[in-house]
């Protein structure tokens, strides 16, 4: 299983961005999937996370800005992300439990990260 994260650049402070993560290989089913950051320094932290089902769930800091979205058709979590802070500057990470056979158990993956550096 893969996970391909793409979409990260540097963008000034107000403007927006779009993260994808595409899963990719054995799959048989995908619970649920998340974004989470690390800024330099700090611990990686929980951004948002939805279910398969698209019940939704997000870090205090990035209510009404960030907007986490799911394909389940195509195996794919996207973030958008408006009105972007210089707080918001991390490594984003995509994360997504995983069930690669039938009988097998779900299991966390996790994608390369992409960067997203705000400037002020």
């Known amino acids: 299983v893969q996970l391909q994260a793409s979409g990260g650049g540097a963008v000034q402070a107000g403007e927006s961005l779009r993260l994808s993560c595409v899963v990719s290989?054995?799959?048989?089913?995908?619970?649920?999937m998340g974004w989470y950051r690390q800024a330099p320094g700090k611990q990686r932290e929980l951004v948002a996370a939805i279910t398969r089902g698209g019940s939704t769930n997000y870090a205090d800091s990035v209510k009404g800005r960030f907007t986490i979205s799911r394909d389940n058709a195509q195996n794919t979590v996207y973030l958008q992300m408006i009105s972007l802070k210089s707080e918001d500057t991390g490594v984003y990470y995509c994360n997504a439990d995983v069930k690669r056979h039938r009988f097998s158990v779900y299991s966390p993956y996790w994608g390369q990260g992409t960067l997203v550096t705000v400037s002020s």
């Open positions: 290989g054995s799959i048989f089913s995908i619970n649920d």
